[in-house]
């Protein structure tokens, strides 16, 4: 990607998702011609929106001096809309008007903010004024990073006539999973994020959240009622009802990555002839490292190559616009659906593809299995190409007052330090994390595509997690995680009806590991790491039945997992074959 200097990045710099500062609203008029200001070519005007109920969200507009109708931008945010001057400002030269909204209660706008929860009323009615001024056309581009996002595809969903295109930044699509993957909770991701965003208050240091983080109950260093949590969500897109084309960009390092895959997903299943335009474009970044130069995630560089500057970004959406606004022929709808970036030694590289996952992709299993080498001194095994004849069994005791700490992995970026690829030596002698590692590769493989492990196992407790970490070993000796999940007994079955194990009996649990593309080099081993626990990227189970929020103690609970070939255990992956 092409990269420009600071000037540059400055004037046209797009404003990215948890911004770790909040800025005092700026005071408003209540019509749109008493703050109508002229910079550059460009009409600038802090307005008031009317909603339903008689509520005033306050909205940023840019648009061309001139006086026809053009197309606009839409863009819904927590996040203060005054943050946004040089995005919409950019815009506006190139011929499009802009409309940044603050959402309810946020910034200036009236009313009580509880994200995710009854926002499509505000959203049309937001639409419509702006479909109502003089200077708009029916054609809207609606575009957001992240939570913004979420309000984009939730607008969409209504199929409203004017709406033409989405653009989805890193943008979210199932509140639930992102909140709940697997059924756990994302502790250190969503509670700093509602900290900050919902209550409005300070980010703490990070000896103060590691207090918060270990509080029994844990609600009791909550800021709401944890029913808030159930209450938003609830929130979820319908899908099926976009039917416009989109454009999605997200990294592997990305704390949401995974729905904007989801997303993509979802439309790309439909019949060819219902079937939406879609790009999708999968770097190497975290969160909030695109736009902008960095080439890092942790300990890792991913080359020049790797960045998408500000001002690729600003030119894509350009592009996108005029493609799908305006009707331009320039070719994007003509170039590769899929621009994936692939990491690891040797690689770094993009690649293009016309689908996700690409054409040819195989999939693979690696299974559990005892080590009678003699080699291996702790409890594990081997990961080979076939199931165990005879059953193996391996077992460990899951204390959650001593939980396995995160390592580095697709993390929050609000403790970048933790975040990012990581190495994960020094887990293979605890005594709760259970070491299997396949023999060195023959030959390179490309990952690409998604992950998953299946565990057959048991437990002494009613409900616990199971945790799984994959791993490159490299001849250095350098363990580099690939990708991690969990999966929260009560919920394996189903989130809705939760069923309880009973102690002993054997159950299948299936751990989503996300999706990936890595090239990994002939020499090189596989490792899996099979837990209970990965705190606080998630929050400990109590091991017994009680809501984890409201947990006054914690138990310990013996594991035991099995693998066979009735009762198989293994990682599954996608990769490319030459």
């Not at 070719?331 to 996700?356: L, T």
Request: aromatic letters at 10%.
């Amino acid at each position: 990607m092409v990269q420009v200097g600071n000037v540059l990045r400055a004037r046209i710099a797009f404003v990215s998702f948890f911004v770790l500062s909040l800025l005092v609203p700026l005071a408003v008029e209540a019509k749109e011609k008493d703050k109508l200001e002229s910079s550059g070519g460009v009409l600038h005007s802090t307005v008031k929106i009317p909603m339903d109920d008689g509520a005033l969200l306050l909205a940023e507009v840019y648009r061309p001096r001139r006086v026809s109708p053009v197309p606009f931008v839409f863009q819904w945010t927590p996040y203060n809309a005054a943050q946004h001057a040089a995005f919409g400002e950019d815009l506006a030269r190139a011929g499009y008007a802009v409309a940044v909204i603050n959402a309810r209660g946020k910034h200036g706008s009236e009313g009580d903010y509880l994200p995710f929860v009854d926002e499509e009323k505000d959203l049309l009615a937001a639409l419509n004024w702006i479909l109502e001024r003089e200077w708009s056309q029916e054609a809207a581009c609606l575009f957001g990073f992240s939570s913004q996002s979420y309000s984009a595809q939730l607008l969409a969903a209504t199929g409203h006539p004017a709406i033409k295109t989405v653009i989805n930044i890193s943008g979210l699509t199932d509140v639930e999973e992102l909140f709940f993957p697997g059924g756990a909770f994302r502790l250190d991701t969503i509670f700093p994020w509602l900290q900050f965003n919902y209550v409005e208050r300070p980010l703490r240091s990070i000896r103060l959240w590691k207090r918060s983080f270990r509080a029994l109950p844990l609600s009791s260093s909550f800021g709401w009622e944890p029913e808030v949590f159930q209450e938003m969500a609830k929130g979820s897109v319908k899908t099926e009802g976009i039917k416009i084309p989109v454009l999605h960009v997200t990294g592997w390092n990305d704390v949401v990555y995974r729905q904007t895959l989801f997303l993509y997903d979802q439309l790309v299943r439909r019949p060819v002839e219902s079937r939406p335009f879609q790009k999708m474009i999968l770097g190497p970044w975290m969160h909030n490292h695109m736009p902008g130069d960095r080439t890092t995630a942790g300990d890792e560089d991913f080359g020049p190559e790797s960045p998408m500057s500000h001002a690729d970004l600003s030119a894509l959406v350009h592009r996108w616009c005029d493609r799908f606004l305006l009707g331009k022929e320039n070719g994007i709808d003509q170039e590769p659906a899929i621009d994936v970036f692939v990491m690891g030694k040797g690689a770094n590289k993009w690649r293009h593809e016309s689908e996700w996952p690409p054409a040819g992709m195989k999939t693979r299993r690696l299974y559990l299995a005892p080590d009678h080498s003699g080699e291996e001194p702790r409890v594990g095994g081997l990961l080979v190409h076939s199931p165990p004849a005879r059953e193996a069994q391996s077992s460990f005791v899951f204390d959650p007052n001593h939980p396995v700490p995160t390592e580095g992995g697709v993390n929050s970026h609000i403790f970048e330090h933790n975040a990012g690829i990581k190495d994960q030596s020094r887990f293979n002698e605890r005594s709760d994390v259970l070491v299997f590692t396949s023999p060195p590769l023959e030959e390179d493989w490309l990952f690409c595509g998604p992950m998953r492990v299946m565990l057959h196992a048991a437990s002494s407790a009613v409900d616990t997690d199971f945790t799984a970490k994959l791993i490159e070993v490299r001849a250095d000796a350098y363990e580099r995680i690939i990708e991690d999940g969990i999966v929260r007994a009560r919920f394996r079955v189903s989130r809705k009806t939760p069923q309880f194990l009973t102690p002993g009996k054997v159950e299948p649990f299936s751990i989503d590991l996300g999706s990936t593309a890595l090239k990994i080099p002939a020499g090189s081993r596989l490792r899996l790491h099979i837990s209970s626990s990965n705190f606080p990227k998630y929050d400990r189970n109590p091991n017994f039945r009680v809501d984890p929020f409201e947990a006054e103690e914690l138990r310990e609970a013996t594991q035991t997992i099995f693998s066979s070939v009735e009762r198989p255990s293994y990682v599954e992956f996608g990769i490319l074959e030459k």
